[in-house]
């Protein structure tokens, strides 16, 4: 499986953007970026996926690399909930690919 | 709307005693379902997945093994606990045809043996 390089740990001021990054190095043409993120205690939630280009939604954004060796998942203004593991996780698209597995991922802290 | 549950959310548990842990999803069809396990202090270790009834791949070799006696239900088990089996057990769930791929997560269940 292609493998993601995360930061263990960052640290975000409140209302403060947070930027996220992930190094894919081995990135394959058929990989899906995924972004999943853990706050204590629960199971892990959805937050945001893509393939080459960068991507919006309500929760976040994910900017990709052009050479799609490294993605950014930007979280515009940072609040104490955001404060959980992100994990970084490619998914290839062929068949037979239905497991994610998942790194130790980012812990970020969100400071008030 | 497609909902998860997992019970028990805690279990204590003595070295050598069974384990049994379950997972219902509602409100989909033939779902692929999946355990995991997250050791304290560390990422999410795949154990089992399984595309339909009776179809199940394990992940890991263990003293752990698992079950799909219906569609929409996993069960989690052991006959023997070892310490090494205490962590926080996901039970999540993917549609089977082509999509993202994205995983919806249960509850978890937090085992501690002794």
């Known amino acids: 499986d292609a493998k993601t390089t995360q930061p263990n740990s960052m640290e975000s001021n409140e209302e403060e953007p947070v930027h996220l990054p992930c190094n894919h190095s081995?990135?394959?043409?058929?990989?899906?970026i995924h972004w999943y993120r853990q706050l204590p205690s629960q199971g892990p939630e959805y937050v945001i996926h893509?393939?080459?280009s960068n991507v919006n939604n309500r929760m976040a954004s994910l900017a990709i690399a052009e050479d799609r060796k490294s993605s950014t998942l930007i979280l515009h203004r940072a609040t104490l909930r955001d404060a959980a593991v992100y994990y970084c996780?490619?998914?290839?698209?062929?068949?037979?690919?239905?497991?994610?597995?998942f790194g130790k991922g980012t812990k970020l802290s969100v400071i008030p | 709307s497609q909902t998860i549950h997992q019970w028990p959310a805690t279990l204590v548990q003595p070295v050598g005693s069974p384990l049994s842990l379950e997972c219902t999803v509602e409100?989909?069809?033939?779902?692929?379902l999946y355990w995991y396990r997250q050791a304290a202090g560390r990422g999410l270790q795949l154990l089992f997945y399984?595309?339909?009834?009776?179809?199940i791949s394990s992940e890991v070799p263990q003293n752990l093994s698992a079950s799909r006696p219906q569609d929409r239900q996993f069960i989690l088990s052991s006959k023997k606990l070892l310490l090494s089996d205490s962590g926080f057990y996901l039970c999540?769930?993917?549609?089977?045809?082509?999509?993202?791929?994205?995983?919806?997560f249960g509850e978890g269940s937090r085992l501690t043996v002794l």
């Open positions: 999540a769930w993917s549609v089977t045809q082509q999509g993202t791929g994205e995983l919806f």
């Open positions: 081995t990135i394959s043409g058929t990989d899906y």
């Open positions: 893509g393939l080459t």
């Open positions: 996780i490619l998914r290839p698209v062929w068949a037979g690919s239905y497991q994610l597995t």
């Open positions: 409100g989909t069809s033939n779902p692929n």
């Open positions: 399984s595309i339909g009834i009776d179809q």
